[in-house]
């Protein structure tokens, strides 16, 4: 398994933007895909971005496309998810998740390692 550890998470107003990092340890991370997820109180974990090992392949859940980016840089084993024009309904706990393949899918069971999570808070 990956060690992962998320920073970068606050309260920013909404239309701000914030940048968080993930930075993995244990596994070789440029052979690993890479996610975001998100958890509001109340609602089940869910997926918000991905990206393949070599970063050449990323996808997004619709209600962030256009104003998150994910993001890594092999050689500093960090990945990044970039956040721009944030809505209150971004609030949520945001964990960083690796997968054991070189590829992955938008589903939390393609992961096998996960971060303690960063908080985001989003104020109107």
């Known amino acids: 398994q990956v060690q992962l550890v998320e920073s970068g998470g606050g309260l920013v107003q909404a239309g701000g933007s914030l940048r968080l990092s993930c930075a993995a340890s244990g596994r070789t991370f440029s052979s690993n895909a890479m996610g975001w997820f998100r958890q509001a109180p109340g609602k089940e974990r869910e997926f918000v971005a991905k990206i393949s090992w070599s970063g050449g392949s990323t996808n997004y859940v619709d209600s962030v496309k256009g104003r998150f980016t994910i993001s890594r840089d092999n050689a500093k084993n960090t990945v990044y998810l970039q956040m721009n024009s944030l809505k209150p309904e971004d609030t949520a706990v945001y964990y960083c998740?690796?997968?054991?393949?070189?590829?992955?899918?938008?589903?939390?069971?393609?992961?096998?390692?996960w971060g303690q999570g960063t908080q985001v808070t989003v104020s109107s």
């Open positions: 998740a690796a997968s054991p393949n070189r590829y992955a899918s938008s589903s939390r069971y393609d992961y096998d390692s």
